[in-house]
């Protein structure tokens, strides 16, 4: 699934659920198996990759069903800054 800037505009997701402000954009999602799959096998999840690009650069955060830790792998741009919440929130800033 790919949201563009149409995603967040309430098409994709709902508008309630995106939360907007100088600087940050934030959303909840959950990844769940499809319970209609129409193919053979068992449906899985490898990752979730989520890309963001804008004025001030591009981000790639990767979510990996076999992160023992529950954390993701973040490649920031050059000059960015990364905090990790107690809570498990992650907070990029340049």
Same mark, same amino acid.
Request: hydrophobic share 30%.
């Given at each position: 699934? =790919?949201?563009?800037?149409? *995603?967040?505009?309430?098409?994709?997701?709902?508008?309630? #659920?995106?939360?907007? *402000?100088?600087? $940050?954009?934030?959303? +909840?999602?959950?990844? !769940?198996?499809?319970? %209609?799959?129409?193919?053979? /096998?068992? +449906?899985?999840?490898?990752? $979730?990759? $989520?890309? @963001?690009?804008?004025?001030?650069?591009?981000?790639?955060? !990767?979510?990996?069903?076999?992160?023992?830790? /529950?954390?993701? @792998? =973040? =490649? +920031? =741009?050059?000059?960015?800054? !990364?905090? @990790? *919440?107690? #809570? *498990?929130? !992650?907070? $990029? %800033?340049?």
């Amino acid at each position: 699934m =790919t949201l563009d800037d149409y *995603g967040f505009s309430g098409d994709s997701l709902p508008a309630a #659920d995106i939360r907007r *402000g100088e600087g $940050i954009t934030k959303f +909840p999602f959950k990844a !769940v198996e499809d319970l %209609q799959l129409d193919e053979e /096998g068992d +449906p899985s999840l490898e990752a $979730i990759t $989520i890309t @963001v690009t804008g004025p001030n650069g591009d981000l790639e955060t !990767v979510l990996t069903s076999g992160n023992a830790s /529950g954390r993701s @792998v =973040t =490649t +920031p =741009t050059n000059d960015a800054t !990364v905090d @990790v *919440g107690a #809570d *498990g929130s !992650v907070k $990029i %800033q340049k």
